[in-house]
């Protein structure tokens, strides 16, 4: 018995994302968010699962990029993802980093405010607090036309850490606060 084909005219793939992502970003790249641990395993009840989180940088000094999480089951359940599960997990998060970052979207056509809505917050549940804090900021900056080099200069003087990096996120949710009143 043949594999069920996914068919979804409206469907961008990961491949001509990462094709827009390079036309729109030259000098951006896709990398793990953590260079030194780019993916982990993660069990839950009797399921196992590669976990890859993946950040897309726009420019080499991105101090906000788009940061996408992806879950491949191991062993994978079908000839196409098993054997390729890490491949494929990474595949999804670069994806997904892209999207993020604002730099494309998962279907063609124009979206509304509430398919936004929907999936923000669906992308949301999937990320840690400092990374959602942040990808807020970044929404926040990118809404009002706001240097995110200086928003970052600003959180290093302040809290002595990179906001990059940081897994602070009540520092962020401060700084993001400040923002927002600001306005």
Same mark, same amino acid.
């Given at each position: ?99 993020? /970052?604002? #730099? ?6 124009? +979206?509304? !405010?509430?398919?936004? $809505?929907?999936?923000? &917050? @669906? /992308?949301? #549940? ?6 959602? +804090?942040? !990808?807020?900021?970044? $929404?926040?900056?990118? &809404? @009002? ?39």
């Amino acid at each position: 018995m043949g594999e069920k084909k996914f068919e979804n005219n409206d469907y961008v793939e990961v491949a001509e994302r990462i094709r827009d992502f390079r036309q729109q970003y030259p000098n951006g790249a896709l990398r793990p968010v953590d260079p030194a641990t780019p993916y982990r395993i993660e069990t839950i009840g009797d399921k196992t699962f590669i976990v890859y989180t993946a950040a897309a940088y726009r420019t080499a000094d991105d101090v906000l990029p788009g940061i996408g999480v992806a879950w491949e089951a191991f062993p994978g359940k079908t000839s196409f993802t098993r054997d390729s599960e890490l491949m494929n997990a990474e595949t999804s998060a670069w994806g997904r980093a892209i999207v993020a /970052a604002l #730099a494309a979207d998962t279907k063609r056509g124009v +979206a509304s !405010a509430d398919e936004v $809505r929907a999936r923000t &917050a @669906r /992308a949301a #549940a999937q990320l840690p607090p400092a990374d959602f +804090a942040r !990808a807020e900021l970044m $929404r926040l900056c990118n &809404a @009002r036309g706001i240097d995110p080099n200086k928003v970052a200069a600003e959180f290093r003087s302040e809290h002595g850490a990179e906001l990059k990096t940081t897994t602070d996120h009540a520092a962020i949710e401060k700084l993001l606060a400040q923002y927002r009143e600001a306005a």
